[in-house]
């Protein structure tokens, strides 16, 4: 089963606008991660924001935030004022058996299938 | 300043022939992963290391093989057995408990 899902292949945005990258999770493991990265043409992978499953509050880091809804099982990322620069793949990356912020849970994240964003002047 | 380095960029392989690709890292970071990108899709988990001399298979383990004889080197070896290689490498690295992890910016890598 997909444990990651984005539904957007391609998203577009006026500069200077909000735009929101959709992504859906399934896990029946109450302690998670969830994770927002962006990759240029580059191909690095750039850190956004994340998100733990018993923080109060949504993750915000800049121009980024996360819109947690637990019942729903969605993790969606919101760009404000976007820039040209933020044109990119991003994706959306769960990690199972995360503890609170902190714990001692490794790397294996479980990667969506990515959106690209594209930002027009 | 401290990152993580891999090598080569591009790689070419060649029918029934073992490439390694490098990754090392000046972070200082205990743990170090070994992801696969094909093209449009996400990212999946071929091998980690947790500490120096342990590693453990990821979800996509066959056709590859790691060693990690220093905490800042996590070299993978594309095996023959690997039938198809071509795809995007990243190397990332992380500090144990520590939710971010690091990328390296990744090789291609080809069959000739």
């Known amino acids: 089963a997909q444990k990651i899902t984005q539904t957007q292949p391609g998203m577009f945005v006026q500069e200077k606008e909000a735009v929101t990258l959709d992504c859906t999770y399934d896990?029946?493991?109450?302690?998670?991660?969830l994770f927002w990265y962006k990759q240029p043409s580059s191909g690095e992978m750039i850190f956004l924001i994340y998100?733990?499953?018993?923080?109060?509050q949504n993750a915000t880091e800049g121009r980024y935030s996360l819109n947690f809804q637990k019942a729903r099982k969605s993790a969606n990322l919101v760009i404000s004022a976007s820039q040209l620069g933020d044109s990119a793949m991003y994706f959306c990356?769960?990690?199972?058996?995360?503890?609170?912020?902190?714990?001692?849970?490794?790397?294996?994240?479980?990667f969506g299938q990515g959106t690209i964003l594209t930002v027009h002047p | 300043d401290g990152g993580i380095t891999q090598s080569p960029k591009y790689l070419f392989r060649k029918e029934g022939q073992n490439v390694t690709l490098s990754c090392e890292q000046n972070l200082n970071h205990d743990a170090m992963y070994w992801y696969r990108q094909d093209p449009g899709q996400g990212l999946r988990l071929i091998y980690y290391?947790?500490?120096?001399?342990?590693?453990q298979k990821g979800d996509i383990a066959e056709g590859y093989s790691v060693s990690r004889e220093k905490k800042e080197s996590f070299p993978l070896t594309v095996t023959s057995a690997q039938k198809n290689p071509t795809a995007f490498y990243l190397c990332?690295?992380?500090?144990?408990?520590?939710?971010?992890?690091?990328f390296g910016s990744g090789t291609q890598l080809s069959v000739l």
């Open positions: 896990t029946s493991d109450p302690s998670y991660g």
């Open positions: 290391s947790q500490i120096v001399n342990d590693f």
């Open positions: 998100q733990g499953s018993y923080d109060q």
């Open positions: 990332a690295s992380s500090i144990t408990g520590i939710q971010k992890l690091f």
């Open positions: 990356a769960m990690r199972e058996g995360d503890g609170n912020a902190g714990g001692t849970s490794y790397g294996k994240l479980t």
